[in-house]
């Protein structure tokens, strides 16, 4: 299918999920995730409307970097090693992965401009999963006030793989309530607004409980259909 009629029926479940909560559809912005995909189909995306791209990891970033240039803003939602900074500050919109000091450090040193991040939170408590424990995420955005390019926009998480539904529910709940407490904080270098959440499997219920940006992959630009 194409990318064009798969984000039609995007909109639509997006637009569902927030008449049932009475959000503004202009306050979910989508990020294609094109990790799976080829340059081509990334193309595709950008010209069905797509304004928002998603890779998670360097070299996959740059590949898709060079090919489409800086007229998409560009998220880097994977893992990032420190080492790896330097190939794609420069290139970056905001970096959904900060989970550490270290990684901020490196982060800030190489910027030349403040970098817009989400602080990752894991959570459900998954061993395999990275983030922060959440009673760990106020302390350590405070330590970020001596990075003058660090700026904190907000939190992200991914939920549990799994089908039952209020355990995923009760993950993107969770986040919501602790971006409303930091954002509470009022810290100009970390206004804490946006909650990225909600992939392919869980994004109706990541709008539900007040994502800001859903990263979508395999519903949106998966060509395996
Ligand atoms: C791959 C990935 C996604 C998108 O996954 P889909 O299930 O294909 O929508 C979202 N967020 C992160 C962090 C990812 O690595």
Not at 18 to 27: T, Y
Not at 165 to 192: G, H, M, W
């Amino acid at each position: 299918m194409k990318v064009e009629s798969k984000l039609k029926l995007i909109q639509k479940q997006i637009q569902e999920a927030c008449h049932k909560v009475n959000r503004d559809v202009n306050d979910v912005k989508i990020i294609a995730v094109t990790k799976y995909v080829s340059i081509e189909r990334a193309k595709e995306a950008v010209e069905a409307g797509i304004i928002h791209l998603g890779e998670n990891r360097d070299n996959g970033f740059l590949e898709k970097w060079e090919a489409l240039g800086d007229k998409p803003v560009w998220h880097f939602i994977g893992t990032l090693q420190s080492r790896k900074v330097k190939n794609i500050i420069h290139k970056v919109d905001y970096v959904h992965s900060l989970d550490r000091l270290s990684l901020a450090k490196e982060m800030n040193k190489r910027a030349n401009r403040k970098i817009n991040c989400f602080v990752q939170v894991n959570v459900s408590g998954e061993e395999s999963k990275q983030g922060m424990e959440p009673s760990e995420v106020k302390k350590f955005i405070l330590k970020l006030k001596e990075f003058e390019n660090i700026k904190v926009v907000g939190l992200m998480t991914m939920a549990p793989l799994t089908d039952n539904e209020p355990v995923i529910r009760s993950c993107f709940r969770k986040l919501k309530l602790l971006q409303t407490e930091l954002q509470k904080l009022n810290l100009d270098y970390a206004p804490c607004h946006e909650l990225s959440m909600g992939m392919s499997n869980d994004f109706s219920i990541a709008i539900e409980e007040g994502a800001t940006m859903i990263r979508v992959g395999t519903a949106l630009v998966g060509e395996d259909d």
